[in-house]
């Protein structure tokens, strides 16, 4: 059994951490490396630029939803550049990456998952935290425009703690430190590897615990969040509105790119036959995160937080659980 990277020590006893299958994929170049783990439904694969196509003929990434890195060697003596993506058609976005002569692309690692559950949601929630973690180790640069936070992170943060905390050491064992911070202790320890796995030990990371970092908040345009800026309210453009609608009253604010339903409004209590569904599991989201709770007030719902909504008319359909247009809002 041969020696291969395992994460160890750090937040927690190395007997915590899975023990991790690394392997070149039967036909593949041995470049061409995929990571899994007993404990996870996460996959991860990594190869060059110029190999990516036999990542995504692989069945765990093909025509799945994706979380990307793309690295590209810099200058000598100078940070590599990290682009951080999600798509839901690898091939198709690899594809563009490859035309795009501004990211020159080396290396690139996919994450997928099993589980089809997996969505657009869970990618950008991935993306979000991923991008986060790299400019935390200060390893490399960080290129691109920063991602939009999903509103799964929101709904269920422990979710993505539970992916990152798997995915960290997988990425190691793939070849992919830019995630650690600079300065960790390495140990290898043995794991069971499948049939053709990779013979060459790779290096695992300690991970010591570090302190979140809180991003700067950035306007929602899908989902919810209640991580306002500071003084968002008091701005000078904000704009402030009222909604009487069938027994509800709701107040918000609009300013710039961000609409926040307030604290204290009264909304529907049940969502109406024909409401989408993304706005239904959205009220629902809202409940089970303790943001709408029961007024005792003819069986209103009252909003208990501040809550960032895309827009007016999205706060209007969370407000009434209708359909209904923005347009019921007034000015105030």
């Excluded at 995929?34 to 025509?63: K, W």
């Excluded at 993304?278 to 909003?303: I, T």
């Excluded at 937080?305 to 407000?319: F, G, H, I, Q, Y």
Aim: proline share 11%; hydrophobic share 40%; net charge positive.
């Amino acid at each position: 059994m041969p020696d291969m990277p395992h994460l160890a020590g750090g937040f927690a006893a190395p007997h915590d951490h899975p023990r991790l299958n690394v392997r070149s994929p039967e036909s593949c170049p041995p470049e061409v490396r995929l990571v899994t783990s007993p404990d996870t439904a996460l996959v991860v694969g990594a190869a060059p630029m110029e190999r990516v196509g036999h990542l995504l003929r692989q069945t765990p990434f093909r025509r799945r939803p994706l979380a990307y890195l793309l690295m590209a060697s810099a200058a000598p003596a100078q940070p590599t550049e990290l682009y951080v993506g999600e798509t839901l058609d690898g091939e198709v976005r690899m594809a563009e990456h490859r035309r795009d002569p501004r990211l020159p692309a080396d290396e690139v690692v996919l994450i997928a998952c099993h589980d089809d559950a997996f969505g657009r949601d869970a990618i950008q929630a991935l993306q979000h935290g991923l991008t986060a973690q790299a400019h935390r180790a200060g390893r490399c640069r960080v290129i691109g425009k920063p991602p939009q936070r999903s509103w799964l992170q929101n709904a269920d943060p422990e979710q993505l703690a539970r992916w990152l905390r798997a995915v960290r050491p997988m990425l190691v064992a793939a070849g992919c430190s830019l995630l650690e911070p600079p300065g960790a202790r390495l140990r290898p320890r043995s794991v069971a590897a499948l049939p053709g796995a990779l013979q060459a030990p790779r290096p695992a990371v300690v991970l010591s615990p570090e302190p979140a970092i809180r991003p700067v908040p950035e306007p929602v345009l899908q989902g919810y969040s209640l991580d306002l800026p500071a003084g968002l309210l008091a701005r000078a453009d904000a704009r402030h509105y009222v909604l009487a609608w069938a027994g509800v009253r709701a107040e918000a604010v609009a300013a710039g790119a961000w609409t926040v339903l307030r604290a204290g409004s009264r909304v529907a209590p049940a969502d109406d036959p024909g409401i989408q569904l993304c706005l239904s599991r959205k009220r629902q989201a809202l409940a089970e995160a303790g943001v709408l709770r029961p007024s005792g007030r003819g069986g209103l719902l009252r909003v208990e937080r501040d809550v960032a909504l895309p827009s007016l008319t999205n706060a209007c359909r969370v407000v009434t659980g209708t359909n209904r247009p923005g347009s019921l809002w007034a000015e105030a």
